[in-house]
């Protein structure tokens, strides 16, 4: 049995599509031109990146786009301080800090400073603290795990009543992904560094989130037959015969995996477009809640 292949780029792009017809609409219906600011403090290459691709993102689905970058040791009162601005700016709908924040920084405090009308990264504290309570709903969900959510939807995943297994416990991932399986009727077990006997655990679900940050982790035989499994995991790997001397694998053994379950991400090009698709989803929501 091989696997169906999930293909994030594929649901991301009709995504992407929706949104831009959802912008055309909002702004020939007389609404305002969703917009998104970024916050990227520092110079870390990997959020410069993140950041330009969000940018190139909103271009492409009509979203106007406001970067701002701070140095490294920007402080504490400037990164607030601007997040306040932004908050007041009623061309900008969607606020987005990159993370992580340098060494130093109070990064609850600076989520919290974010308006929760503009929050559609869904990472202030209240939107986190609704999630996790029953009868609440947050305004934005995290775009992460919205994006594996929406990726085991396309793919069939029947989630109530299933038992979910989610490896990895992060603020950004993890946490957000075992509450929203939760919210979905699935028995959800959270795995980290401490849990025993690993891979007894992961046999047992019939839907496997990976998101350890940790190459090839998950192995074939931790896999049940027919489960549907989800990979985070955007790991380097040196590999002298790719063209930049490296190349991209999940926190699962894909090809090992593939061969037993019902279903799979690839990695490139399965979890990772849908978090910029569900960034702009989120973005476009905000803007329409603003001219409601």
């Given at each position: 049995?091989?696997?169906?292949?999930?293909d994030?780029?594929?649901?991301?792009?009709?995504?992407?599509?929706?949104?831009a017809?959802?912008?055309?609409?909002?702004?020939?219906?007389?609404?305002?031109?969703?917009?998104?600011?970024?916050?990227?403090?520092?110079d870390n290459?990997?959020?410069?990146?993140?950041?330009r691709?969000?940018?190139?993102?909103?271009?492409?689905?009509?979203?106007?786009?406001?970067?701002?970058?701070?140095p490294a040791?920007?402080?504490?009162?400037?990164v607030?301080?601007?997040?306040?601005?932004?908050?007041?700016?009623?061309?900008?709908?969607?606020i987005?800090v990159?993370?992580?924040?340098p060494?130093?920084?109070?990064?609850?405090?600076?989520?919290k400073?974010?308006?929760?009308?503009?929050?559609?990264?869904?990472?202030?504290?209240?939107?986190?603290?609704?999630?996790?309570?029953?009868?609440?709903?947050?305004l934005f969900?995290?775009?992460?795990?919205?994006?594996?959510?929406?990726?085991?939807?396309?793919?069939?995943?029947?989630?109530?009543?299933?038992?979910a297994?989610?490896?990895?416990?992060?603020n950004?991932?993890?946490?957000?992904?075992?509450?929203?399986?939760?919210?979905?009727?699935?028995?959800?077990?959270?795995?980290?560094?401490?849990?025993?006997?690993?891979?007894?655990?992961?046999?047992e679900?019939?839907?496997?989130?990976?998101?350890?940050?940790?190459?090839?982790?998950?192995?074939?035989?931790?896999?049940?037959?027919?489960?549907y499994?989800?990979?985070?995991?955007?790991?380097?790997?040196?590999?002298?015969?790719?063209k930049?001397?490296?190349?991209?694998?999940?926190?699962?053994?894909?090809?090992?995996?593939?061969?037993?379950?019902?279903?799979?991400?690839?990695?490139?090009?399965?979890v990772g477009?849908?978090?910029?698709?569900?960034?702009?989803?989120?973005?476009?929501?905000?803007?329409?809640?603003?001219?409601a």
């Amino acid at each position: 049995m091989t696997a169906q292949i999930i293909d994030g780029k594929a649901i991301a792009a009709e995504l992407r599509a929706e949104v831009a017809r959802g912008v055309e609409a909002l702004v020939s219906g007389g609404g305002p031109r969703p917009g998104l600011a970024t916050v990227l403090v520092g110079d870390n290459p990997a959020s410069q990146t993140y950041v330009r691709m969000k940018q190139k993102a909103c271009a492409e689905a009509g979203i106007e786009s406001f970067g701002h970058t701070l140095p490294a040791d920007a402080s504490q009162e400037e990164v607030e301080n601007l997040v306040r601005e932004l908050n007041a700016d009623p061309k900008v709908h969607g606020i987005l800090v990159q993370l992580p924040l340098p060494a130093g920084l109070d990064e609850e405090a600076v989520l919290k400073a974010i308006d929760l009308e503009k929050d559609v990264d869904g990472f202030h504290p209240l939107n986190i603290g609704r999630l996790a309570q029953k009868g609440r709903e947050p305004l934005f969900v995290p775009c992460t795990p919205a994006g594996c959510m929406l990726l085991l939807e396309k793919a069939g995943a029947q989630l109530e009543g299933a038992r979910a297994v989610v490896l990895g416990r992060s603020n950004i991932v993890g946490m957000p992904m075992a509450l929203l399986l939760v919210k979905a009727n699935a028995t959800v077990t959270i795995c980290h560094s401490r849990t025993k006997d690993l891979p007894a655990v992961v046999r047992e679900a019939d839907v496997v989130i990976a998101a350890i940050g940790r190459p090839k982790m998950v192995k074939g035989d931790w896999v049940k037959p027919g489960a549907y499994v989800i990979d985070v995991g955007v790991n380097r790997v040196e590999d002298p015969t790719a063209k930049r001397g490296y190349r991209l694998v999940g926190d699962v053994d894909f090809e090992a995996a593939r061969e037993v379950a019902g279903a799979i991400t690839p990695v490139p090009g399965g979890v990772g477009p849908m978090t910029i698709a569900m960034l702009l989803r989120n973005t476009l929501r905000a803007a329409q809640r603003a001219a409601a």
